[in-house]
């Protein structure tokens, strides 16, 4: 124990020097830092990474990250300027979205296959279904919802198959009635079959019956 008369000096004496240590340390940490941003090309440092002299890295970044508003505005803005990630699951959710971009530019649409995977080995197809399925739980946000929705994210992989035929085959009808005809393809023909078939089960939607009727869709003959 300190005697009850321990002169002021002594004690700015002792703070002075924890704050000397912990700025060392702090510095060490963050030169560590850059040293695996140099070498893994990202600051998405595993919670257990520890470096070759057994320096536990990944603790450091998470306790930085759980201590964000203790933090000064001079180390959060050298954090920020080597590409600090705060938010692990909102980084990976705005990578997986660059994928799903590239992957539209490539393609031309957002159908992503369920098992297609990016020539780096990101299972693109899975992380589509897994917002599919999120959507229909009301899990996902209305943001990301409307972010998805902007790149032509298909929600309903039957109905926008549906609506693609759909539209084929009223390019087909609008063929017929001009001067010229387009022969259908086998895929059409197929489609036009099976709309047939679903509604004499009695398992054609409807509305989609009633659609179909309205472009001139012929029920009981070969067209």
Known sequence: ??????????FHAIKTRLVENTTTSWEFMFGLLQKYIEE???ALVPVRFSTATGVNLGHWVSDCRVRRGELSASRTARLNEVGFVWDVEEYQWEKMFSELECYVKEHGDALVPMRFSTPTGVNLGQWVIKHRIQARRRELSASRIARLNEVGFVWDVEEYQWEKMFSEY???VGDKRSSYRTKRSNKLHRWIETQKENRRQGNLDP???RRLTEIGFTWYKME
């Open 40 to 42: 893994n090309g990202d």
């Open 1 to 10: 124990d300190l005697p009850s008369c321990t002169p002021a000096w002594f």
């Open 170 to 172: 009223e390019c087909y």
């Open 207 to 209: 509305e989609r019956e």
